[in-house]
């Protein structure tokens, strides 16, 4: 059974930082590429930012330039560096992942980690 277990969210002040990190778990043997979504309320799951297996990063327009994904693929570990943070920035952070298992490529999402911008 394969895990996604994100870490790392928290309460922060407009202007703070935050470190998210996603580490896969499980039998694995490739991970393609892993990413962070967010779901204010009431609101759509939205993408954030994707990190493919070559390294090709994608971002969402609103966090362009505060924002930055990385992963370690020696501990099959993602993160997103969140700098900026603005209220608007609230919401549960998701991460995903495609992965080649026992089973296939699956595509597997973690349980969510609250982030929370305000003063």
């Known amino acids: 059974q394969v895990q996604l277990v994100e870490s790392g969210g928290g309460l922060v002040q407009p202007g703070g930082s935050l470190r998210l990190s996603c580490a896969a778990s499980g039998i694995i043997f490739s991970i393609y590429t892993m990413g962070w979504h967010r779901q204010a309320p009431g609101k759509q799951r939205e993408l954030v930012a994707t990190?493919?297996?070559?390294?090709?990063?994608n971002y969402a327009d609103s966090v362009k330039g505060r924002f930055t994904i990385s992963r370690d693929s020696a501990k099959n570990t993602v993160y997103l560096q969140m700098n900026s943070l603005k209220p608007e920035d609230t919401a549960v952070y998701y991460c995903?992942?495609?992965?080649?298992?026992?089973?296939?490529?699956?595509?597997?999402w973690g349980q969510g980690t609250q982030v929370t911008v305000s003063s």
């Open positions: 995903n992942a495609d992965l080649r298992t026992v089973t296939g490529v699956v595509n597997s």
């Open positions: 990190i493919t297996s070559g390294g090709r990063l």
